[in-house]
């Protein structure tokens, strides 16, 4: 082949160059020719890939290739037989390189008005984006990330996704008006299918080649040459691609090029709308203010809104969404219902959606509605997971709490055979045959995440999912009504059976307050009914020990008093579950102060019990052990400690030696051993205790843990505080990787850590681990927790004897109040912070003022825990000790 002679156009000759070595081989397709010349293997022992489409580019002229690599794979994938004397790969590069410097395009590009004589230099706009919608929010935030985006070299599309009816493409219209550049083309495409697209693509290329330019080529023609323009024309340009429904539509035909860049709205978060040059902007509701503001800004005073509590109000219950503020609004304005009213009538779970945001009053610039948006979501999700489990995981998710669903729900059995199998008359979903259920159950919940219905993070700890309330809502409404009933039930006993699993010793908080924000929400849906068959369904029963294990005690007897009239109403008085709620009442109550009148309510309860139950059954036997613990906690350690021996042998002879109430009970025994005044016993039944958890259960299970760290105790206070210390570090360390750092366990186990060091004389260790205790239960309780007053209080306390009384008193005085108010001033631990005041105020001399605080504290001990109370008579010594002090 002779070298070609360079012509005036570079890029001109490039391109009839390589059209005469196309026609070397004129049996072969475009197709077939780089699929060759992507096999052929270079000198340098690369290879390069070449499709049609591009090849076509370079035989045209409309582009030169980037590589020169790919000329060569081209020509030898040409050639046949020996190579041809006269060809020279330098006269080849030299061609190309004079081509790819050449900016001029080979084949005149078509001329938009800048480019015509006498033309303005203004931009082109080819498309019509959505009107503003009244009382159009500027969402400052979310606007400054897509325009940040845009004006980004490094990225060329920006993808706003996010639920339907979140007002993506409201944002991208404004973005769209705001990014102009000087002699730019900008096109708004409807993406709602391929053909809208191909369309939309058509009449932007008969903009831009004029006339002449789209004469006698169908749409996807016409399309596929804008496509190609946008590949090489050098003027700026932005297309955006809205309400794009399934990312397969845009393959082919996505917009490309040097120049330009694009803008997507999608619900969809598939792996097929992310790519590397893209930009992620995720559209949620709005703002609490931005919601309000709108609220405010669309409806007259004489709608309501002047009424700043009622719009907050109206905002929250719609969660901020703002295709259903745009829907209340416009329903608001054309039936004249007062705020107020339209309120209640949203709250009420008997009225629905589609009555309250009706299509009749649409949102502004929105062809849907709320009850619209999600099924049309839930139609496309339905096609990407195994028949059915899309809507029925959904609906499932639908009667939990919208926020932190902890994903375990769904991997339980109760969940799966809903999931998978769904109810015998719910076939009118089109369920198939049943999936696998795990395999179900992640196909349909990424399918619903995909489609935006959801939002599943797999990277938290425990991994989480968020639905918004009104999808869950209408979700909830779409479910036949014969079908509700096992619908709640399913979702109950998933919580349950997640909720026992985890309950023991695989203590995760988030998930725990997940699930007592479900039980809350399966309560209020339901309308407590479906959860009482004759019985209390057992998740209910979870939810006084949950609230007492917060500190929320008061809430804890208010919620266990209205289901105990609930079930005395279905089950009378001498149902099991009436005891229980009975005996949870009174717990409450005794966590609130009142010690004496709790054990006396426990004792009435457990001789109803055994009456009904039987003396041994595990209930009679719970409600024994909590009135046993309430006597001791009376000062009636004698006493507690028989009831507590008793009740260990005959709990160990029906339900066994290892069983959780029998070794909750012996190792209160050995308290109240320890608490008689023999330390040492106490010491070595916890010990016994050890030996045989560790045996039974191995040396790390949580069980034999939390009984090795009252060995640890009862050591500590038998005389060797160092082998006390010891024992505690074991304690923690292997707590900390049996049930984690911030485990209630753990807590309690660092906190005597640090009480035992200050004993054995390292006080400025036990500050430390006195610090690291207190931290760690205000991440895992909260500020307010009781837990963890009290360890701030004992870190005070032991700062002031490590040397800083100072301090230590202003600290005790500022955390009083908080005790008092949380605890109540007449809880132990809140008699307890007073008299530790007292000690250090004795320790830095103040014996005058000690003796003041210890005179009207010993008169509330006496009243509240009786004289003989050990901490009672603590006090009165150390008010004797003032007095003589004072009196030398």
Not at 275 to 283: A, L, M, N, W
Not at 780 to 805: C, I, K, M, Q
Not at 825 to 833: G, K
Not at 864 to 880: F, N, W
């Amino acid at each position: 082949m002779e070298e070609p002679e360079p012509p005036e156009s570079p890029r001109a000759a490039f391109a009839a160059a390589l059209t005469r070595l196309r026609r070397q081989v004129p049996d072969l397709s475009d197709e077939v020719l780089a699929r060759r010349a992507s096999r052929t293997t270079l000198p340098s022992g690369r290879r390069v890939s070449i499709n049609a489409r591009r090849l076509g580019e370079w035989l045209s002229g409309r582009s030169v290739p980037r590589d020169f690599h790919a000329v060569v794979a081209l020509v030898r994938a040409v050639e046949s037989g020996p190579a041809d004397p006269r060809f020279s790969i330098a006269g080849w590069e030299r061609l190309w390189r004079a081509a790819y410097e050449d900016r001029a395009p080979a084949v005149p590009a078509p001329r938009i008005a800048a480019d015509r004589p006498g033309g303005p230099a203004d931009e082109v706009v080819i498309g019509r984006p959505p009107s503003d919608a009244a009382s159009l929010r500027k969402r400052v935030a979310l606007s400054s990330a897509i325009d940040v985006a845009l004006w980004d070299d490094a990225v060329r599309e920006v993808v706003l996704t996010g639920a339907g009816g979140v007002g993506k493409s409201q944002l991208a219209a404004a973005a769209f008006h705001r990014f102009r550049q000087p002699g730019g083309v900008r096109v708004w495409v409807p993406a709602s299918s391929r053909q809208s697209v191909f369309t939309a693509y058509a009449r932007a290329w008969r903009v831009v080649a004029g006339a002449e330019g789209g004469s006698g080529w169908d749409d996807e023609t016409q399309a596929d040459l804008f496509v190609a323009w946008l590949r090489t024309t050098t003027r700026p340009w932005l297309v955006v691609l809205d309400d794009v429904d399934e990312p397969a539509d845009l393959r082919g035909i996505r917009p490309v090029g040097e120049h330009g860049k694009s803008m997507v709205t999608t619900r969809r978060r598939d792996a097929a709308v992310i790519r590397s040059s893209s930009r992620i902007v995720q559209v949620g509701t709005f703002a609490p203010k931005e919601a309000v503001d709108y609220l405010r800004s669309r409806l007259a005073a004489d709608a309501g809104g002047d009424d700043e509590g009622e719009l907050h109000a109206l905002a929250g219950r719609l969660g901020h969404f703002p295709l259903a503020l745009s829907q209340a609004a416009a329903f608001l304005i054309d039936t004249g219902i007062p705020l107020t009213t339209y309120r209640q009538l949203l709250e009420d779970q008997r009225q629905t959606l589609s009555d309250l945001l009706p299509a009749t009053s649409p949102a502004d610039e929105h062809g849907e509605t709320v009850a619209t948006a999600w099924r049309l979501a839930l139609d496309r999700a339905e096609t990407l997971a195994p028949s059915g489990s899309a809507r029925a995981t959904l609906e499932l998710l639908s009667m939990l709490a919208p926020e932190g669903i902890t994903e375990a729900v769904l991997h339980t059995m109760a969940a799966r055979r809903w999931i998978v199998q769904g109810a015998d008359d719910h076939s009118v979903t089109g369920r198939g045959p049943a999936q696998p259920g795990e395999r179900a159950v992640l196909l349909s919940l990424r399918a619903l995440h995909r489609l935006s219905l959801v939002t599943h993070d797999p990277s938290r700890t425990p991994a989480s999912i968020e639905v918004h309330a009104l999808v869950q809502r209408a979700a909830r409404e779409s479910v036949p009504e014969q079908v509700r009933p096992r619908l709640a039930v399913a979702a109950t006993d998933a919580v349950e059976e997640l909720w026992s699993s985890t309950a023991e010793y695989a203590y995760e908080p988030e998930t725990e307050a997940a699930l007592y924000r479900s039980v809350e929400v399966l309560r209020r849906t339901t309308g407590g009914d479906l959860l009482w068959d004759g019985r209390l369904h057992p998740v209910l029963r979870r939810i006084g020990p949950y609230l007492t294990g917060l500190g929320r005690d008061a809430a804890a007897r208010d919620v266990c008093q209205e289901l105990l009239e609930l079930a005395r109403s279905r089950l009378g008085d001498d149902h099991r579950d009436v005891l229980y709620l009975r005996c949870r009442v009174a717990l409450a109550v005794g966590e609130l102060g009142e010690a004496a009148s709790t054990r006396i309510s426990l004792e009435h309860i457990r001789r109803d019990a055994e009456r009904i139950l039987g003396p041994r059954d595990p209930d009679t036997l719970t409600i024994r052990q909590h009135e046993a613990r309430f006597r001791m906690e009376e000062g009636a350690v004698a006493a507690a400690l028989r009831d507590f021996t008793e009740l260990a042998d005959q709990a160990a002879d029906g339900l066994g030696p290892g069983h959780a109430l029998v070794i909750d009970a012996r190792s209160h025994a050995a308290l109240c051993r320890g608490l008689a005044g023999d330390a040492v016993g106490a010491r070595d039944a916890c010990a016994a205790l050890v030996e045989m958890l560790e045996q039974r259960h191995g040396p790390g299970h949580p069980l034999t843990l939390s009984v090795l760290a009252d060995l640890g105790r009862w050591t500590g206070e038998a005389g060797d505080s160092h082998a006390a210390v010891d024992i505690y570090l074991r304690a923690v360390t292997q707590l900390e990787s049996a049930v984690g750092r911030l485990h209630r366990d753990t807590l309690i186990a660092r906190h005597n850590l640090a009480y035992w060091r200050g004993l054995a004389g390292e006080r400025e260790l036990a500050v430390e681990e006195f610090t690291a205790a207190a931290e760690d239960a205000e991440l895992a309780l909260g500020a307010d927790h009781p837990t963890t007053l009290t360890y701030r209080v004992n870190l005070s306390f032991w700062r002031g004897l490590a040397g800083e009384p100072t301090t230590a008193l202003a600290e005790l005085a500022e955390l009083q109040p908080a005790v008092d108010s949380v605890l109540g001033a007449d809880h132990p631990r809140a008699l307890r912070t007073r008299q530790q005041r007292a000690e250090l105020l004795e320790l830095s001399g103040d014996s005058g003022g000690a003796a003041a605080l210890l005179t009207s504290l010993l008169a509330d001990m006496i009243r509240v825990q009786g004289s003989d109370h050990p901490r009672t008579r603590e006090a009165a010594e150390a008010l004797a000790r003032c007095g003589e002090r004072e009196a030398r």
